[in-house]
């Protein structure tokens, strides 16, 4: 059995009822945040994500396929939301994806398959006999491990919502690769490459039947959510230059 982790993630195994899990401290960023640019959102999360972040996809195959991210750092090893007591930034919103650590829900292959169902997993480096008991003695789950598997399990399905929003996305050929560039006031230029962004002008080009469809499918005010969210990309300047200064170079989403 061959279980490929999620992004950020090092090492998971499928989760049992004798595991102990060492979980992050109330408030505390585990470590494997505090470098990243960006962070996977799904489907319910645009509407939340947009006020704060950037919200765009990213594609390891030129646009064939795509997932939906938050940017949250314009350069590698910063995620500018990170406090100086290692801390989400409380004003703005946490992503399901860092609430859900160490837990992930994952595909397995059986000999090279790909199976269908997906299995509870949690990171390898987390379980300790010092950590905390996720069942009771009897096999009932514990209340800390029942409002993680539910948050888990309705963030796994989100994503397949998140999936089939970037199909159509891509089916209709509404993706573009774009640059951020910018000219901070205290540094030299820099550019944030290997992002994608929906092109407004041919969604104003779709027909008026597929224009309703996708706004009765939730597509549209996603789309649109992303595009508004752009904006921030001006706001993560703003905290870039509010930190003390470090390496200046521009990055690969």
Not at 9 to 34: A, C, I, M, N, S
Not at 54 to 72: C, E, I, L, Y
Not at 73 to 98: C, I, K, M, R, S
């Amino acid at each position: 059995m061959d279980i490929t982790p999620p992004y950020g993630y090092q090492e998971v195994v499928p989760l049992t009822k004798d595991h102990h899990v060492v979980l992050p401290l109330e408030g505390k960023l585990p470590p494997v945040f505090r470098g990243m640019m960006v962070i996977p959102l799904s489907y319910t999360e645009f509407s939340l994500a947009c006020h704060d972040y950037p919200v765009v996809f990213v594609s390891n195959d030129q646009g064939k396929t795509a997932v939906a991210m938050a940017v949250v750092g314009l350069e590698q090893q910063h995620n500018l939301f990170v406090t100086p007591d290692l801390t989400w930034d409380p004003n703005v919103y946490v992503p399901a994806y860092v609430r859900r650590y160490p837990f992930c829900m994952t595909r397995v292959n059986v000999s090279g398959a790909e199976q269908p169902e997906r299995i509870a997993c949690v990171e390898k480096r987390a379980i300790s006999a010092k950590g905390d008991a996720l069942y009771d003695a009897k096999g009932e789950p514990l209340p800390v491990w029942e409002a993680m598997r539910k948050l888990l399990f309705e963030f796994e399905a989100d994503l397949a919502r998140t999936e089939a929003l970037c199909k159509i996305i891509i089916e209709l050929r509404l993706l573009e690769p774009f640059n951020m560039q910018a000219k901070p006031n205290d540094g030299e230029p820099f550019t944030l490459s290997g992002m994608f962004r929906v092109i407004e002008k041919k969604i104003n080009e779709l027909s008026s039947n597929k224009l309703k469809e996708l706004a009765h499918n939730g597509v549209l005010p996603r789309m649109y959510a992303h595009l508004m969210s752009m904006s921030n990309f001006n706001r993560l300047l703003a905290r870039r230059a509010a930190r003390p200064k470090a390496t200046r170079t521009g990055a690969k989403v």
